[in-house]
């Protein structure tokens, strides 16, 4: 006979019903299921924009779900295993499901959480979907971990990738549903002050605007991705870094896709993958070295004579948008205006970061936790490792990217830097004057003022990076 008691999903960067292993699972047998989301410390402690991100998120899965007959049982409490067992006493839940997070603090959180409910007679499962491939799955020769991402890539495209499962056709309600918050009244959104309603016009919310951006993408800009995604002035990226962040598409979703796109000869399709992979390699050097995180990945960095002052006039200057280098200024505005940056931008504004002004990466990274929609641990921290030089599979230390050379070959027309820099422009684009309406008013920016001369000129930047490098003996 079926277990009749209900089954709760908790949902955490999993916001959508397709695609969604655990849901699936707790949907099949036809027992009760009472999806809930727990504002605990670990979503408290998000920075502005993935808090603020993550809360439209779960609004807009509250009503998907409300759409298909159920409910999402919403609770704020600091320890999310004392949220879960409240709900269980109250609701008379014999399982607890949920899709696998993998940065340490949510690892440590599960475990505890899983071997308490078990302790208790509650059945906890975890389930895959945030990943295509389990961290431990994939392995060298020798049993080890890929260090590099090139033999990881020809490892895992031989694997296979589960196909995508459809939606639960029904959603069965508990005879009775508990008690639940106010999500507005969280105001997870609070620290982007004015901030949020200049973003969220970029923002493509919920699972329904990802399927679609993805669909366009396969359709319209996949046959000259590989060329496209380099111009940040052209619309040649698939976006979907935001909707993958907070789980509204599985990458199994996109991978197959992708697949789809390459089988039909598109040409940019294998590139795209590529990045899929990408990420998941980030994940699988977050789970083998977790360190990435805070210290340098490689070996003899973390002496490095970093500058790490994050409230010196040259940081507050680069966060600004004022450092008087066009490529640099027009990224951190983009970034600041959209939640987002283009990929292109965000190699050469962290190369700027750490090597021509010498600043700490943990600066940068924190900086972009505070500011991206599409903000994820483990690829902020190695794209921030691999362009400063200290992580894996960097790119050589001692490439310093010319921001202006750069600016000439991906930016020849100037529509990605006039679209964004106001200063000295006779009409501005609205998204260059959007900036100003953004920022801090503390900071005093004016679309008028006068356009900065360079904080530190490229040349000498450059001649100080790597004297530094050579005293280091690097």
């Not at 940081?315 to 680069?318: F, Y």
């Given at each position: 006979?079926?277990?009749?008691?209900p089954?709760?999903?908790?949902?955490?960067?999993?916001?959508r019903?397709s695609?969604?292993?655990?849901?699936?699972a707790?949907?099949?047998?036809?027992?009760?299921?009472?999806p809930?989301f727990i504002?605990d410390?670990?979503?408290?402690?998000?920075?502005?924009?993935?808090?603020?991100?993550?809360?439209?998120?779960?609004?807009?899965?509250a009503?998907?779900?409300a759409?298909k007959?159920?409910?999402?049982i919403?609770?704020r409490?600091g320890?999310?295993?004392?949220?879960?067992?409240?709900?269980?006493?109250q609701?008379g839940?014999?399982?607890?499901?949920w899709s696998?997070?993998?940065?340490p603090?949510?690892?440590?959180?599960?475990t505890?959480?899983?071997?308490?409910?078990?302790?208790?007679?509650?059945e906890a499962?975890?389930?895959?979907?945030h990943l295509?491939?389990?961290p431990?799955?994939?392995?060298t020769?020798t049993?080890?971990?890929?260090?590099?991402y090139?033999?990881f890539?020809?490892?895992v495209?031989?694997?296979?990738?589960?196909?995508?499962?459809?939606?639960p056709?029904?959603i069965?309600p508990?005879?009775?549903?508990?008690a639940?918050?106010?999500l507005?009244?969280?105001n997870?959104g609070?620290a982007?002050?004015?901030?949020g309603?200049?973003?969220?016009?970029?923002?493509?919310?919920?699972?329904?605007?990802a399927?679609d951006?993805?669909a366009?993408?396969?359709?319209?800009?996949?046959p000259?991705?590989?060329?496209?995604?380099d111009?940040?002035?052209?619309?040649g990226?698939?976006?979907l870094?935001?909707?993958l962040?907070?789980?509204e598409?599985s990458p199994?979703q996109?991978w197959?896709?992708?697949?789809?796109?390459?089988?039909e000869?598109?040409?940019?399709?294998e590139t795209?993958?590529?990045?899929?992979?990408?990420?998941?390699?980030?994940y699988?050097?977050?789970?083998?070295?977790?360190?990435?995180?805070?210290?340098?990945?490689?070996?003899?960095?973390?002496a490095?004579?970093?500058?790490?002052?994050a409230?010196s006039?040259e940081?507050?200057?680069?966060k600004q948008g004022?450092?008087?280098?066009?490529?640099?200024d027009a990224?951190m505005?983009e970034l600041y205006v959209?939640?987002r940056?283009?990929n292109?931008a965000?190699?050469i504004?962290?190369?700027?970061l750490?090597?021509?002004l010498?600043?700490d990466?943990r600066?940068?990274?924190?900086?972009?936790e505070?500011?991206?929609?599409d903000?994820?641990p483990a690829?902020n921290?190695?794209?921030?490792?691999?362009?400063?030089?200290s992580?894996?599979d960097?790119s050589?230390?001692?490439?310093?990217?010319n921001p202006?050379?750069?600016?000439?070959?991906f930016?020849?027309?100037r529509?990605y830097v006039d679209?964004?820099?106001a200063?000295?422009?006779?009409?501005?684009?609205p998204d260059?004057l959007a900036f100003?309406?953004?920022?801090p008013?503390?900071?005093?920016?004016?679309a008028?003022?006068?356009?900065?001369?360079p904080?530190?000129?490229?040349?000498?930047?450059?001649?100080?990076?790597l004297a530094a490098?050579?005293?280091?003996g690097?």
């Open positions: 006979m079926t277990d009749p008691s089954i709760l999903i908790w949902f955490r960067r999993d916001l019903l695609d969604h292993a655990a849901l699936r707790a949907c099949d047998p036809g027992r009760p299921v009472i809930v504002h410390t670990l979503s408290e402690a998000l920075r502005a924009a993935p808090k603020w991100r993550l809360g439209l998120g779960v609004g807009h899965l009503q998907a779900l759409a007959g159920s409910k999402l919403l609770r409490e320890d999310a295993l004392a949220a879960l067992q409240t709900l269980v006493a609701t839940a014999g399982a607890v499901y696998r997070l993998y940065d603090h949510s690892v440590a959180r599960d505890s959480v899983k071997q308490a409910l078990r302790a208790q007679g509650v499962r975890s389930f895959g979907g295509m491939f389990e431990w799955r994939v392995q020769k049993q080890g971990f890929y260090k590099v090139t033999p890539w020809n490892t495209k031989q694997m296979g990738v589960d196909a995508p499962r459809s939606a056709q029904t069965t508990p005879s009775q549903w508990p639940t918050h106010d507005e009244g969280w997870m609070g982007m002050n004015r901030g309603v200049v973003v969220r016009p970029f923002v493509q919310l919920g699972e329904q605007a399927q951006r993805l366009h993408f396969c359709k319209a800009i996949i000259e991705y590989k060329e496209l995604r111009i940040p002035g052209r619309d990226t698939s976006l870094s935001e909707n962040s907070v789980g598409i199994h996109c197959h896709a992708g697949m789809r796109a390459m089988h000869g598109k040409a940019g399709a795209f993958l590529k990045e899929l992979v990408w990420r998941e390699f980030a699988h050097l977050m789970h083998h070295t977790p360190h990435i995180l805070t210290t340098a990945w490689r070996d003899g960095w973390e490095f004579g970093w500058q790490t002052d409230d006039a940081v507050l200057a680069w004022r450092t008087g280098i066009e490529f640099v990224a505005r959209t939640g940056m283009h292109r965000r190699m504004v962290a190369s700027y750490t090597k021509h010498m600043t990466w600066i940068g990274m924190a900086w972009f505070d500011c991206l929609t903000w994820d690829s921290a190695m794209g921030w490792q691999w362009t400063a030089g992580g894996p960097a050589p230390y001692f490439r310093v990217f202006d050379t750069q600016l000439d070959k930016d020849k027309g529509v679209r964004w820099l200063e000295g422009c006779r009409t501005p684009s260059a100003f309406d953004a920022v008013r503390r900071w005093q920016l004016r008028d003022a006068t356009y900065p001369d904080i530190v000129p490229l040349d000498l930047g450059r001649k100080r990076a490098y050579a005293e280091r690097f």
